[in-house]
Every structure is written in structure tokens, then in C-alpha cells.
């Protein structure tokens, strides 16, 4: 069965500083992977995704992710955040080829510090 | 850009009464699914729908909801007696076929009293 944990609950960063979410996941198949955010009272909105090829993965907002297939990692990083980047971000998996449900992890809350 | 659309986004009843949250997806898109999410907790799958039939349904979806597709473009989550423990933000998402984004809606708060 798929399953994803995001360890840190919560990262406290300064403005301008980098960051990084981290995120692993354990699947007995080829996966997908995504990255969503969802601001106060929003919904969720996809950030970026793997579904193959290049292992490091663009996404919106100056975010990126890099897949590590060996250490089952997904983690997401950005080299300068602003204070718009308030958010819950949440790692997620699908089985490739086999189901579409998405797994998702318990999310992480970005607070930037000023 | 087309979304996917979920009404109420909020909505408060009494335990035991039935329920209808509803959804217009994408209008090309086929697979379909609803997730909650308790809060402070993360989101979890509750079931997909294609092809008129459910695909996969989690342990939550037990035989308290139903989905339904009515007409070309809703698609609603009914909760026949709802609990307490059934208050959470209820999310729709849909994908159009060969693709794995799900596009995710606002959301519909329920609030069970």
C-alpha cells in the first residue's frame, strides 16, 4: 500500500531564506508525485508533479522538487521565500498505471518569519 | 482557465439529516472523486467515480454516502445521516482521460451540529 510522510509538521523560516520540505513515500510500484498548496481557507492547488523523465521537477511560484527514486524522496524546495508562501503544502502519491486515488501526507505549514 | 466548481462552500446541519454536497467538474474530464479533509488533518481519498460507476471507494465511504452523477455535469456526494464525526471540508476534483492532475475544487465545509 502507498503511503507518504512528511516528517516536519511545521518549518519556521525567515523571509528571503531557502527552504525545504521534505517528503518520502513507500509504494510497491511506479508512482507519481505530486506537491499541492492550499492557502488559509482556500483549497488545494497543484504545485508541481513527477511523472517521469527528468528527476527535477519546476513548478509554480518558484518552487521546485527533485524525485530520488533510491532514497524514496520527494522533497520540495525553493532557494527564496516571500511571505505569500504562508501555506499548508502537502506531498501526495498515485500508483502509476493502476488507480488514479491520490495519497496524501499530513502537510506541512510553512511559517515565514519577517 | 476552467474549474471545477463545488456548492455551498458552506453548509451546517443537525445530526441525522441528510445531506447532497454538490460539484460540476471540468467539462471534458471523466474520472471523478470526492476527499475529505477533518481539519487539521490531512485529506483523505473517499471514493472515484467513472463510467457512471464507482472505481474504488476508501473504508470511510461506507454505505451512509452515495455519489451520483444526475445529469452531463454535476456530481454530488450525498450523506444519508450525517454524524458528528462527519464535519470536515469535502473536496471534488476530477481528471480528463490519459492524465494524472487531478484538478481540485474550492471545497464545501460541512459543519455537523
Known amino acids: 500500500a502507498q503511503s507518504v510522510t512528511q516528517l516536519d509538521s511545521q518549518v519556521p523560516v525567515f523571509e528571503e531564506a531557502p527552504v525545504e520540505l521534505r517528503c518520502n513515500y513507500s509504494?510497491?510500484?511506479?508512482?507519481?508525485l505530486f506537491w499541492y498548496v492550499q492557502y488559509p481557507n482556500q483549497g488545494l492547488q497543484l504545485l508541481l508533479k513527477?511523472?517521469?523523465?527528468?528527476?527535477l521537477v519546476k513548478g509554480i511560484n518558484g518552487f521546485e522538487a527533485e524525485f530520488n527514486k533510491s532514497q524514496t524522496s520527494f522533497h520540495l524546495r525553493k532557494p527564496s521565500v516571500h511571505i505569500s508562501d504562508t501555506a499548508e503544502y502537502f506531498c501526495?502519491?498515485?500508483?502509476?498505471?493502476?488507480?488514479?486515488?491520490?495519497?496524501f501526507g499530513k502537510g506541512t505549514r510553512l511559517h515565514i518569519l519577517p | 482557465e476552467p474549474e471545477v466548481t463545488q456548492t455551498p462552500s458552506h453548509q451546517v446541519t443537525q445530526m441525522g439529516q441528510e445531506v447532497i454536497l454538490r460539484c460540476v467538474p471540468i467539462?471534458?474530464?471523466?474520472?471523478f472523486y470526492w476527499y475529505r479533509q477533518i481539519l487539521g488533518q490531512k485529506v483523505e481519498f473517499l471514493v472515484s467515480?467513472?463510467?457512471?460507476?464507482?472505481?474504488?471507494k476508501s473504508e470511510i465511504f461506507d454505505d451512509q454516502f452515495s455519489v451520483e452523477r444526475p445529469d452531463g455535469s454535476n456530481f454530488t456526494l450525498k450523506i444519508r445521516s450525517t454524524k458528528l464525526e462527519d464535519s470536515a471540508m469535502y473536496f471534488c476534483?476530477?481528471?480528463?482521460?490519459?492524465?494524472?492532475?487531478?484538478?481540485f475544487g474550492p471545497g464545501t465545509r460541512l459543519t455537523v451540529t
Open positions: 501526495a502519491v498515485s500508483d502509476k498505471g493502476r488507480d488514479d486515488k491520490i495519497i
Open positions: 509504494s510497491s510500484v511506479s508512482v507519481y
Open positions: 513527477y511523472l517521469s523523465g527528468s528527476t
Open positions: 467539462s471534458n474530464h471523466l474520472y
Open positions: 467515480f467513472y463510467n457512471n460507476e464507482i472505481s474504488e
Open positions: 476534483a476530477s481528471n480528463p482521460p490519459s492524465s494524472y492532475e487531478q484538478y
